[in-house]
């Protein structure tokens, strides 16, 4: 998939380019911006259409406010971040966030018109913000005005996609999480196209569950049971991917860092014991694994990173694919705990060959068979619009 890139824009000296970016960051209770990777993250795009002489209208979503303005999710110290960090940016205009509107995430064809009229071109820069649904600022502003891609969004449809249509083998899979619904789409897909799924935190809970095993006080899906169990089934097939799930776990009875932890087997688990990490055996399993991998997509911590004491298994991992990427596999990480484990331990994100800026739109297009429906308007040989 070859997408229309912001080089091939016409004359733009004096014309009006409204780009969708994703600058859905966060402050912390004194104001102060936690994190601004994704903010660094457009300045290239937006600096070559300045450079183009191109008069800029940028718009975000920040946060969930469902329609409703919410004084903590303007865009204001956002945009004043922006043009601290590049002075070319100084004259752009900023819009509020897009979903203080309802029909933004509706897709409503009065709020598209709305939009589209802040410009006479459109640029997506905002990969994080891309999924399987449709919304006003990312899929119908994009029909209505001749669109592009920028620099970021190249680069992540171009990395992302080699994964796919041109991996190195062994191709491995880690995946981790809360939520199965989140990632099973990915499982379900990367069974055809994987060698290797290794499973951590809440999902390998659900599924050491569906292997029968006692896992006390642990977090896992009760209703995901029979899913994970029919996953495993499909995974026993010729041709299909092997799906790794621990067999041994670090327990405790609380999430402290205090608490006394243990180190068991799976069958040794019972009563109040909680999996907060998986165990020792489990990361030889998978360090072991990466290390033989050409291709490697990491997404979600091993373990409750947040707290040092089950912290270990993710450390080791992120060494061991960091090594393996020494040595000439192709690695992706993305995701936001993921980020932020590497950022909470000072691990080097550079270590690894592309690092996504989007979580749920990393999973989203790697399990789609299709393009994303924000993506279609700029593929190359769709019609650009005449204005």
């Not at 946060?63 to 940016?89: C, D, F, Q, V, Y």
């Not at 205009?93 to 933004?104: I, K």
């Not at 495993?232 to 670090?250: C, N, S, W, Y």
Request: with cysteine; glycine share 8%; charged share 25%.
């Amino acid at each position: 998939m070859k997408l229309r890139s912001i080089e091939h824009m016409p004359e733009l000296d004096g014309k009006r380019v409204l780009v969708r970016v994703d600058h859905n960051v966060e402050f912390d209770q004194n104001g102060r911006l936690k994190d601004d990777r994704k903010i660094r993250l457009t300045i290239p795009t937006l600096e070559y259409l300045v450079d183009r002489g191109a008069k800029l209208v940028l718009m975000t979503h920040v946060g969930r406010p469902k329609g409703k303005i919410m004084e903590n999710l303007r865009t204001a110290p956002i945009a004043a971040h922006l043009k601290s960090l590049s002075p070319k940016l100084k004259d752009c205009t900023y819009l509020e966030n897009v979903r203080f509107d309802p029909g933004e995430e509706g897709n409503d064809s009065a709020y598209v018109r709305e939009l589209a009229k802040h410009g006479e071109y459109f640029v997506n820069e905002a990969f994080p913000s891309l999924h399987t649904y449709e919304e006003a600022s990312t899929c119908g502003v994009a029909r209505l005005l001749p669109s592009f891609a920028g620099y970021n969004l190249l680069e992540e449809v171009a990395k992302l996609s080699q994964v796919i249509s041109d991996p190195r083998r062994p191709l491995l899979l880690l995946m981790s999480g809360a939520k199965m619904e989140t990632k099973i789409s990915v499982i379900r897909r990367f069974l055809d196209i994987a060698d290797d799924i290794l499973l951590g935190g809440c999902i390998a809970n659900t599924f050491i569950a569906a292997r029968g095993f006692d896992i006390g006080g642990s977090k896992y899906e009760i209703d995901a049971i029979e899913l994970a169990q029919e996953l495993m089934l499909e995974a026993g097939k010729e041709e299909k991917a092997d799906i790794h799930i621990p067999r041994d776990a670090v327990v405790a009875s609380a999430a402290s860092e205090d608490a006394v932890k243990l180190d068991l087997p799976l069958e040794d688990i019972e009563g109040d014991m909680k999996i907060f990490d998986i165990g020792a055996v489990t990361v030889k399993r998978y360090t072991d694994q990466i290390a033989k991998a050409g291709t490697i997509i990491w997404n979600g911590p091993m373990g409750l990173y947040e707290f040092n004491r089950f912290s270990h298994a993710s450390k080791r991992i992120a060494e061991a694919v960091s090594a393996a990427t020494k040595k000439g596999a192709f690695s992706v990480i993305g995701g936001g705990d993921t980020l932020d484990f590497h950022t909470h331990y000072d691990y080097p994100l550079d270590s690894y060959s592309f690092v996504s800026s989007g979580g749920g739109a990393m999973l989203e297009f790697l399990s789609s068979a299709k393009p994303l429906p924000a993506l279609v308007p700029m593929v190359e040989g769709e019609a650009v619009i005449a204005r």
